[in-house]
């Protein structure tokens, strides 16, 4: 199954600027892991904002609030899911 999923990322300035750092760290690279496997297929920037917008493949409700609760930052970020299905129009093979 195909969501999008929008995330606004909100850092308490409380939070030690190493602490910080650390966590863009690891939350980059479990991005990159899950983009590897598929699991994440699109990632893009909202523009001016700490956020983005993504799309990720997965098999169901579930497996998507797991892998959404592992991500490092998960407790910062105000998460909205919408989820998508085949548009008929949709000229693209790949599109489930």
């Known amino acids: 199954m195909l969501f999008k999923v929008e995330m606004d990322v909100e850092i308490p300035a409380t939070i030690a600027p190493d ?3 650390r966590l863009k760290k690891t939350e980059r690279e479990r991005a990159q892991e899950l983009q590897r496997s598929g699991k994440w297929r699109h990632l893009w920037r909202v523009a001016g904002q700490y956020a983005n917008v993504s799309i990720f493949d997965v098999s169901g409700n579930d497996e998507l609030h797991d892998i959404l609760s592992t991500l490092p930052l ?7 899911v919408t ?12 599109d489930r």
């Open 19 to 21: 602490t910080v750092e």
């Open 74 to 80: 998960f407790p910062f970020m105000r998460i909205k």
């Open 83 to 94: 989820p998508l299905c085949r548009h008929p129009s949709s000229i693209r093979d790949d």
